[in-house]
């Protein structure tokens, strides 16, 4: 990998050790989710919503982002 697409992960790679930190401090797993299509899916019960979607409210997941 060039340097330049190294440095263009940097902040990537960050982020992500700063999550796994905080989780671990809370005492929490942190997981790692496949972001094709994080957008339209719902993370508790796998229900596929419209991008085109008003809110975020998920009533029939029980939450409401």
Known sequence: M????VRMFRPCRQL???????????GEAGINVN???TSQCCL????????GRPSLQQPWAGSTW
Do not use: K
């Open 2 to 5: 060039s340097s330049r697409m």
């Open 44 to 51: 508790r019960c796998g229900r596929n919503v419209p991008a």
């Open 16 to 26: 992500g050790s700063f999550i796994a930190y905080q989780a671990q401090h809370a």
């Open 35 to 37: 972001p094709a299509c």
